[in-house]
Nanobody, 130 residues
């Protein structure tokens, strides 16, 4: 049974910071690409950030570049999304996702496509007040 569990969401004032965590179980994800997406009610799922299987490369949506940082801790089978300078437009549910192909690199644009990822977490709510 493969599971991804997000945590760390909550309410924060504009300009503040949050750190989201995604803990994996059922298998190790140290050899797989990981991504973060977000989705507001009635809207399409939006790419936020991704990291290659090796951790050598990270990718960010233009809307979060310079504010968010994605990292992975293979010993804990966990990935993190550090979010700084939060704004009200960042308010939505954030989802963690994992690839199923080990030791695999993709084109930069492929990491931003939800279809690349086989496993998804339940989501964690982030709310940024004005």
């Amino acid at each position: 049974q493969v599971q991804l569990v997000e945590s760390g969401g909550g309410l924060v004032q504009a300009g503040g910071s949050l750190r989201l965590s995604c803990a994996a179980s059922g298998r190790t994800f140290s050899s797989y690409a990981m991504g973060w997406f977000r989705q507001a009610p009635g809207k399409e799922r939006e790419f936020v950030a991704a990291i290659s299987w090796s951790g050598d490369s990270t990718y960010y949506a233009d809307s979060v570049k310079g504010r968010f940082t994605l990292s992975r801790d293979n010993a804990r089978n966990t990935v993190y999304l550090e979010m700084n300078s939060l704004a009200p437009e960042d308010t939505t549910v954030y989802y963690c996702a994992a690839d199923s192909a080990p030791h695999t690199y993709y084109t930069p644009t492929a990491y931003s496509r939800a279809g690349l990822y086989e496993y998804w977490g339940q989501g964690t709510q982030v709310t940024v007040s004005s």
